[in-house]
């Protein structure tokens, strides 16, 4: 028997035992456009020693990059080896749809014609910004202070009228294309002086 991976045998000659499973993937490569045919599938699986089990998952996703996935069924041992052809390729685009979480720790504080907002800022590593939102006190809908998401912190309201009571939030949002928004903050409310 030949133990080339990718022989198939005939029912006689494969050998006893479970029928175990290796899993390989196939990335894109930069240089590669979308439709192309990946390269043969890679000679190691990425599962250490064949699996029993049918499912697997795979922990090291790039959000946006192409990825194929074969599997092969193994039977016997490293002597009497038989490996079957690759199952048919699967594919996927790994696509980030998980929003950052929301800024906590909101604070407001007004001065002469101000209100000054801050925040903790958030740990996640595709954080395109902030955005915060206003609205007067006793209003259900808050609107957009800023345009585009700010990287600081902290933010001065200058668009204020004395006497009047101001509510804020602040919402994360990642580099996702369209982005992924984090749920409110906390409330911080103040008035203007």
């Given at each position: 028997m030949d133990e080339t991976p990718g022989n198939v045998t005939s029912a006689a000659t494969v050998p006893a035992g479970p029928t175990l499973y290796n899993v390989y993937r196939e990335i894109r490569g930069a240089s590669q456009p979308t439709g192309s045919t990946v390269n043969a599938a890679p000679a190691e699986p990425l599962n250490g020693s064949p699996m029993g089990a049918l499912t697997f998952t795979d922990?090291?996703?790039q959000f946006g990059q192409e990825r194929c996935y074969?599997?092969?069924?193994?039977?016997?041992?490293?002597?009497?080896?038989?490996?079957?052809?690759?199952?048919?390729?699967?594919?996927?685009?790994?696509?980030?749809?998980?929003?950052?979480?929301?800024?906590?720790?909101?604070?407001a504080l007004a001065a002469e014609g101000v209100i000054n907002l801050s925040w903790e800022p958030n740990g996640e590593p595709d954080l395109a910004g902030y955005v915060v939102l206003r609205g007067r006190a006793g209003d259900a809908t808050l609107q957009p202070l800023t345009s585009s998401p700010v990287m600081e912190t902290r933010f001065a309201d200058r668009d204020v009228m004395p006497g009047v009571r101001y509510v804020y939030v602040v919402r994360a949002v990642d580099r996702q294309?369209?982005?992924?928004?984090?749920?409110?903050?906390?409330r911080a409310e103040e008035t203007a002086r």
């Open positions: 922990m090291a996703v074969t599997v092969r069924a193994v039977r016997g041992t490293a002597s009497n080896l038989s490996v079957s052809e690759p199952s048919p390729r699967a594919c996927i685009t790994p696509i980030d749809t998980v929003a950052p979480a929301a800024p906590t720790d909101v604070s294309r369209p982005p992924n928004v984090s749920v409110d903050s906390n």
